[in-house]
């Protein structure tokens, strides 16, 4: 079967839904947490703005509105 | 084996954060230098009294804008891991090399390219501060609208590819999604809150370096999670029928 070698396709099985599915929920709700204060969160309880101040020049140059 | 991949993911993304910072400084710093000199300038015309910042200019300039490139690579880092978990073997015959790039390239075009075309990065003194809550809800709408466009063009190519060949049916979704940006672009409305005195030149370098950032940022990371990618199904022999076939 020479010709198997002419084969180029890489078909690998993937990962199961259920095994993702926990990961994808809990670490993917934490990383969208943090992506919500580094691009568009303001201020913290009792420091108004404050979030915004820090993040400033990140938040600029990654090309998220800011002020 | 999940967790460890996620965790990798994460320091891939850190990584690419660290590499983005110098980039971030030589492209980045001397415009958004401009334009505060610009700002200031102005108000002191104005006879408005400066105001002094809750936090430094030194701290925004170095650790602010470090922790903003680390904790937004981390992020990125760690959901394009995810999703390339899921998408290898589900996105046709392309390795998990292969499959992390399409990830990162198509995530890039829909997360970062198409909303920052329709509403473009500003520089400090460009943008109406009693504005900001609007800007963020139109930039946060176009991008979910792009990303959902595009994770439909990709389910509709997987649909296609069986009757039509993957080639035309990863055409047809292409045009299909670049149909949906133009609506976007047609529906969303025009902000433009450039002072009229503001250079041009400083805009520009401006954006040119927020574009050079994030390319910067997915590409390391679109690597990385390759690397990953490579390793973590070859241990679970996933690529095994390759090897199988090939020495058949």
Sequence with gaps: MSDATFSPGFAPTSIPVKEILPWALFGGLVLLIILYFVTAGQSLPGQDMIVHEFFHDGRHLLGFPCH | MMGKLLMRGLIVGLLAGILAFPI????????????IAIEEQARTAAGEAGEEPMVSRDVQRTVGLGAGLLAYGAAIGGILTLVTAFAVGRVGSISPRATAATVAGLGFISVVLVPGLIYPANPPAV????????????????LLFSLAAMVLAVAAARRLSASFGSWNAAVAAAIGYLAVVAVIRLVMPYVNEVPDVFPAIVLWQFRVASLLIQAALWSVIAVGIGVLAEREFSLRGFGASRVKLAHR
């Design chain 2, 24 to 35: 971030a400084r030589i492209f980045g710093g001397p415009p958004v230098e401009s334009a």
């Design chain 2, 127 to 142: 943008g109406n501060p009693e504005t900001i809550g609007y800007r963020t809800q139109m930039f946060g709408l176009t």
